[in-house]
């Protein structure tokens, strides 16, 4: 979420200096939300929205609330997360469908704010859910958008009703009512009306759309605005709100490095919620926009529920089953770890999975040098070996390894690393499938689980049973480091109670899937 990560920035240091203090004086107060405002203002937010949620925060962060509080630093951030979800648009809000199909969504929007690739993306995402999306191409004005739109509707799987050629000619508001009824005859029933857009706000447009509106009677009518475009967003969104009028907000490329904050005043200045975020280029980076989460990202608490959701889109159910059932009985191999590797690749970036981990805003740059090319080099080793080899990695020796190396382009320690890093993770495997816990490098135990055979008793000298007695130093200390129980640290300001995933946690994803 680059949009709003100078916000999250400033946001997470001013709360930082909030974690020493046992108790905040009005002072604390004032400076906290005084950095607030300087942090919305410089993201971008407009002033009227500013005002009011600093006003909001001050008065509950005096309140009884924070003073009685055990923790009153904590008890402030959760206040700016609630004011934050409010400003957001406060319970996320769903499509509505029309009780007898179609459904006609409307979109518009300036030109360039990504409406025909939105078109696309809700197309397809509306087939995922068993929907029959027709898109109408009702841009006849930019040149090729027509085309634009049946390659968008074709990569994403969805029916284009596209009867003029565009590029100036043909009667957008006929277009739009003949593809109503064409979705009507064919039984499509979700209409999704791709409308022409400026580069400014005007007359023209404005004429236009709420021609469109009037011809269709849309069961929804979707702004889309560009994330990035600064102050703008919110006078171009009153514009349209006074010419148009729009049922919901629909945020495009929140994967850009702008400020954003002018974009999260939408909600608050129309009235109107926010129902979608696209988040990426590709036809899968759609997201059902959920205010608690945004708040959640942007204060670098995570967003653990999305993750979650996208990891349940991704993996199928039965597959999983059988694996699990597999692992009781027989050994974790290559081919399975492949299995998981393809699975994982169809829920997209993992920098972007891993950017919605708690706390991962404090190491932007080692995220940032994640390299997602790993995956396929994994996949492209376990690939130039034998069926024979995936099943059983202790057959590869010297030779075997070094044709494994020439057939995937790698080098042999490459070879050597994948094969000890999936050793490490076929002991893990097992031992989950025993009902055991893994420790995992980087991890401490999960605390209040405890560990299989350790009493918690300490011997003459203070030190605790089951420590290494390994010769190897370095074997030892890392034994023993395995073995220290780490406190639970809470997320980056003791909300949410998870940790945030250190460096040598990272560092271990990567090495899972390929060069250390």
């Given at each position: 979420m680059a949009t709003f990560g100078t916000l999250s920035d400033?946001?997470?240091?001013?709360?930082?200096?909030?974690?020493?203090?046992?108790?905040?004086?009005?002072?604390?107060?004032?400076g906290t939300v005084r950095e607030i405002r300087r942090a919305l203002l410089d993201a971008d937010v407009a002033l009227a929205v500013v005002k009011d949620f600093t006003a909001k925060v001050r008065e509950r962060a005096l309140g009884d609330?924070?003073?009685?509080?055990?923790?009153?630093?904590?008890?402030?951030?959760?206040?700016?997360?609630?004011?934050?979800?409010?400003?957001?648009?406060?319970e996320q809000r769903r499509l509505v469908f029309a009780k007898t199909p179609p459904t006609v969504i409307m979109l518009a929007g300036l030109q360039g704010s990504g409406k025909t690739t939105f078109?696309?993306?809700?197309?397809?995402?509306?087939?995922?859910?068993?929907?029959?999306?027709?898109?109408?191409?009702?841009?006849?004005?930019?040149?090729?958008?027509?085309?634009?739109?049946?390659?968008?509707?074709?990569?994403?799987?969805?029916?284009?009703?596209?009867?003029?050629?565009?590029?100036?000619?043909?009667?957008?508001v006929r277009v739009a009512q003949d593809g109503v009824?064409?979705?009507?005859?064919?039984?499509?029933?979700?209409?999704?009306?791709?409308?022409?857009?400026?580069?400014?706000?005007?007359?023209?447009?404005?004429?236009?759309?709420?021609?469109?509106?009037?011809?269709?009677?849309?069961?929804?009518?979707?702004?889309?605005?560009?994330?990035m475009i600064g102050q703008d967003a919110v006078n171009t969104a009153k514009a349209f709100q006074e010419g148009v009028d729009f049922t919901g907000v629909v945020l495009s490329k929140l994967d850009g490095d702008a400020r954003g904050g002018a974009a999260l005043s939408v909600a608050s200045v129309t009235g109107r919620p926010i129902i979608f975020?696209?988040?990426?280029?590709?036809?899968?980076?759609?997201?059902?926009?959920?205010?608690?989460?945004?708040?959640?990202?942007?204060?670098?608490?995570?967003?653990?529920?999305?993750?979650?959701e996208q990891a349940q889109q991704?993996?199928?159910?039965?597959?999983?089953?059988?694996?699990?059932?597999?692992l009781a009985t027989e050994a974790f191999t290559l081919e399975d770890f492949l299995d998981q590797l393809q699975?994982?690749?169809?829920?997209?970036?993992?920098?972007?999975?891993?950017?919605?981990?708690?706390?991962m805003g404090q190491m932007k740059q080692q995220l940032e040098d994640f390299d997602e090319r790993e995956i396929d080099r994994t996949e492209a080793i376990i690939r130039s070996m034998t069926p024979a080899e995936r099943r059983n990695p202790k057959i590869l020796n010297g030779s075997r390894r070094l044709r494994i190396a020439r057939g995937s382009g790698m080098t042999?320690?490459?070879?050597?690393?994948?094969?000890?890093?999936?050793?490490?993770?076929?002991?893990?495997?097992?031992?989950?499938?025993?009902?055991?816990?893994?420790?995992?490098?980087?991890?401490?135990?999960?605390?209040?689980?405890?560990?299989?055979?350790?009493?918690?008793?300490?011997?003459?000298?203070?030190?605790?049973?089951?420590?290494?007695?390994?010769?190897?130093?370095?074997?030892?200390?890392?034994?023993?480091?395995?073995?220290?129980?780490?406190?639970?640290?809470?997320?980056?300001?003791?909300?949410?109670?998870?940790?945030?995933?250190?460096?040598?946690d990272l560092a271990e994803i990567q090495k899972l899937f390929g060069k250390g």
């Open positions: 400033r946001l997470t240091e001013t709360f930082r200096n909030l974690r020493t203090k046992g108790k905040l004086t009005p002072a604390d107060v004032d609330e924070v003073s009685k509080a055990l923790n009153p630093a904590q008890q402030v951030v959760q206040i700016v997360n609630e004011e934050l979800v409010g400003i957001l648009g406060g078109a696309g993306k809700l197309a397809k995402q509306l087939e995922s859910e068993g929907h029959t999306p027709l898109l109408v191409a009702a841009d006849l004005q930019r040149p090729n958008a027509v085309t634009q739109l049946q390659v968008v509707g074709e990569r994403a799987g969805a029916a284009v009703f596209a009867p003029e050629p565009g590029n100036g000619v043909g009667d957008p009824a064409y979705a009507r005859r064919q039984q499509h029933d979700v209409v999704i009306i791709d409308t022409a857009g400026r580069l400014g706000v005007d007359a023209e447009l404005m004429k236009q759309a709420s021609d469109i509106r009037k011809a269709t009677d849309p069961d929804e009518v979707l702004f889309v605005i560009d994330a975020a696209s988040t990426g280029e590709n036809l899968e980076d759609l997201e059902p926009f959920h205010p608690d989460r945004m708040a959640s990202r942007i204060l670098d608490l995570g967003d653990i529920l999305t993750l979650i991704a993996f199928d159910e039965e597959e999983a089953r059988k694996v699990a059932e597999k699975q994982m690749k169809k829920m997209g970036s993992m920098k972007k999975m891993l950017g919605m981990l708690p706390g042999v320690t490459d070879v050597n690393q994948l094969v000890q890093r999936f050793e490490q993770a076929a002991k893990m495997m097992k031992t989950v499938a025993r009902g055991g816990m893994p420790n995992i490098p980087g991890m401490g135990p999960v605390p209040g689980m405890g560990r299989p055979g350790a009493s918690g008793k300490r011997g003459k000298k203070g030190k605790a049973k089951g420590g290494s007695r390994s010769g190897n130093p370095a074997k030892r200390a890392a034994e023993n480091a395995g073995l220290a129980t780490t406190a639970p640290t809470g997320s980056g300001f003791g909300l949410g109670g998870q940790q945030a995933p250190s460096e040598a």
